[in-house]
């Protein structure tokens, strides 16, 4: 967490198998908008996004992968001086909500936190919208029990495409970052 006169800079990364929005999420939630299909990300790591926690200025620095995920080859850049881990699930997908598990251990060995039983997770399970909610095989007493077994990581649920609940969701990120309590 850094300091820059009176703005505290938060490094976000986001994790989560591919293909479950992460960089819609981040599209929808920074420039507002929901393309149907994104290049890989060029050029830049990541994105930022000014804000305010109880007064205080607060910027995001947000880390999206360039689809290195399915290698699980995310370089140490990545991972380093993070102060807030996103994972994302699509809440239509199993298999994605099954290998949060792989994601956690993956950041903990990688970012090796100081504290690890205490870092800051997020959990976001994405699509909500699809088909209406029909084809949802995921459960949020589910997901919300995965995330007790973590530890009470905070829980947020979100349509990037509509974009519902993508602000409140990153504000809880900021927050819990900040904060962690
Ligand atoms: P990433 O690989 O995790 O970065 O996932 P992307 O952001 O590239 O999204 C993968 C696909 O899912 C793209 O075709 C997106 O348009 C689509 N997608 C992402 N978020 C949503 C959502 O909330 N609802 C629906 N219906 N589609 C989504
Ligand atoms: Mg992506």
């Known amino acids: 967490m850094n300091s820059l ?6 490094k976000v990364i986001v994790l989560g198998d591919s293909g479950v929005g992460k960089t819609s999420l981040m599209n ?3 420039y507002k908008r929901f393309n149907r299909q994104y290049k890989a990300t060029i050029g830049a790591d ?3 996004k000014e804000l305010h926690i109880e007064e ?3 910027t995001l ?6 689809g290195q995920e399915r290698f699980h080859s995310l370089g140490s850049a990545f991972y380093r001086g993070a102060d807030c881990c ?33 870092f800051p997770f997020v959990l976001i ?3 909500t919208d699809v088909d209406g909610g029909n084809t949802r095989v995921v459960s949020d007493k589910r997901a919300i029990e995965w995330c007790g077994s973590k530890g009470n990581i905070p829980y947020h649920e979100t349509s990037a495409k509509e974009d519902i609940n993508v602000d409140e969701a990153f504000l809880g990120v900021a927050h819990k970052a900040l904060t962690n309590e």
Do not use: C
Request: without cysteine; neutral net charge.
């Open 5 to 10: 006169k009176n703005r505290t800079l938060l």
């Open 61 to 66: 620095q947000i880390w999206d992968t360039a």
């Open 46 to 48: 990541f994105v930022t």
């Open 86 to 118: 996103v994972l994302v699930y699509d809440v239509n997908n199993l298999k994605s909500f099954e290998t949060l598990n792989n994601w956690h251990m993956e950041f903990l060995k990688q970012a090796n936190p100081f504290e690890p039983e205490t």
């Open 28 to 30: 929808q939630y920074v």
């Open 125 to 127: 399970g994405n699509k």
């Open 56 to 58: 205080k200025p607060v």
